[in-house]
Nanobody, 125 residues
Framework: QVQLVESGGGSVQAGGSLRLSCAAS????????MGWFRQVQGKEREGVAT???????SYRDSVKGRFTISQDNAKNTLYLQMNSLKPEDTAMYYC???????????????????WGQGTQVTVSS
């Protein structure tokens, strides 16, 4: 139904910035929430930031003040601006889209149905 394609990853030095993009396409326009996740080899995937259909956002504590999630509805594109990058931010980053409160889920809860292939972010010290 929906295809998600991430871009913008790369290698940067600590303190640098990157902006990730997630382009959505397909015949479904009813995604109620979207988010960014990351995963390090050998570790569990963790949520980074989320945004709902009303523009409400949420961030994990370790990226607050450094990362900003946003969306351009006209372009069906999700963004993650990452500033002041740290080596611990190194991971494969994935975008996802799914169902939220409009589908009966509790506020702040998103059931992610669609996932991108990921884009690698590497931060060196």
């Amino acid at each position: 139904q929906v295809q998600l394609v991430e871009s913008g990853g790369g290698s940067v030095q600590a303190g640098g910035s990157l902006r990730l993009s997630c382009a959505a396409s397909g015949y479904t326009y009813s995604s109620d929430c979207m988010g960014w996740f990351r995963q390090v080899q050998g570790k569990e995937r963790e949520g980074v930031a989320t945004i709902d259909s009303d523009g409400g956002t949420s961030y994990r504590d370790s990226v607050k003040g450094r990362f900003t999630i946003s969306q351009d509805n006209a372009k069906n594109t999700l963004y993650l601006q990452m500033n002041s990058l740290k080596p611990e931010d190194t991971a494969m980053y994935y975008c996802a889209a799914g169902r939220g409160p409009k589908y009966g889920l509790a506020p702040g809860i998103c059931a992610y149905d669609y996932w991108g292939q990921g884009t690698q972010v590497t931060v060196s010290s």
